[in-house]
């Protein structure tokens, strides 16, 4: 099933998964999802990591459990950053294979050397050649405060244009913390002519390291209560655990009250966190 066609019905409900490191067990991951299956999302996404063919194989193996074992529609990120148009079909073809119909196409972050050969160079590239190639349900990243490489807002949104015009036929935001950013972004959007649905992405913070990590990389804003939560917290793991869900759970509910087409949860692979997130905002989704 296209995971575009949930949005005319309900408040979508789905989470993301990562593939474990090569250090976990081999069914570690295949453990959380049957956790997380019985949240009952509408469906799962697994991203994807540096490691080139081996790393995608990894992902489409999980993406594949996902709907063919667990029975829930599933989504399989890929970055372009260095893949030849030879790799992407190849892709393409075992997706379609094991009956996947949905992909998250990103540019993929560049890493510290520079970006390696490859015949895309950003995202709306990718869009464009699996739009020409295939039957898929196409979805994208957004960034409501704005992605970090991109000079101002509005050519940041202008940048989305040009990539839901591509073929995109959905979109996930990256996380955020303060939900104004979010209502002013689908402002611009819809101002832009972006009216494909919209899923806001939201991240439980459990843990300070977390936090820190997440800043340095996408540069989200921190709000006053949101600091002032991981400084009464910070020494008390269990407690800043609930505070991070709790936090989440209010941020989500305010989201679904003021009409949000979805709700994205980036799990972090931890299903107990999910579990408690879920039990709270269930009746309302």
């Not at 992405?201 to 989200?220: F, H, T």
């Amino acid at each position: 099933m296209k995971t575009d066609a949930l949005f005319a019905d309900k408040t979508v409900f789905s989470l993301e998964v990562f593939p474990p490191k090569r250090t976990d067990p081999s069914d570690s991951i295949l453990t959380t999802v049957e956790r997380l299956k019985e949240l009952s999302p509408d469906f799962i996404s697994v991203t994807y990591g540096a490691g080139g063919s081996e790393n995608s194989d990894v992902t489409f193996s999980i993406v594949s459990e996902i709907k063919n074992t667990y029975g829930v529609e599933s989504v399989m990120h890929l970055p372009c950053i260095g893949l030849k148009k030879e790799d992407v079909l190849n892709c393409l073809a075992k997706l379609r294979a094991a009956g996947i119909e949905n992909i998250l196409a990103l540019r993929g972050d560049i890493p510290a050397g520079g970006a390696p050969a490859g015949d895309f160079r950003y995202a709306a590239d990718l869009v464009e050649f699996i739009r020409a190639h295939g039957d898929f349900n196409i979805v994208a990243a957004c960034y409501p405060e704005g992605h970090v490489e991109s000079p101002s807002i509005t050519e940041d949104i202008r940048n989305l244009k040009r990539k839901v015009d591509a073929g995109v036929n959905q979109l996930v935001t990256q996380l955020f913390f303060d939900n104004e950013y979010f209502y002013r972004f689908i402002e611009r959007c819809r101002i832009a002519g972006i009216e494909v649905p919209v899923e806001a992405g939201i991240m439980p913070v459990v843990n300070k390291k977390q936090i820190e990590r997440i800043v340095s990389l996408c540069g989200a804003t921190l709000p006053r209560k949101f600091t002032a939560m991981m400084a009464r917290y910070e020494d008390n793991p269990e407690a800043l655990r609930d505070a991070g869900i709790a936090y989440a759970v209010d941020q989500i509910v305010d989201l679904v009250t003021n009409g949000v087409q979805g709700i994205h949860l980036y799990t972090m692979n931890r299903p107990y966190v999910a579990e408690r997130i879920y039990s709270s905002i269930k009746t309302i989704l």
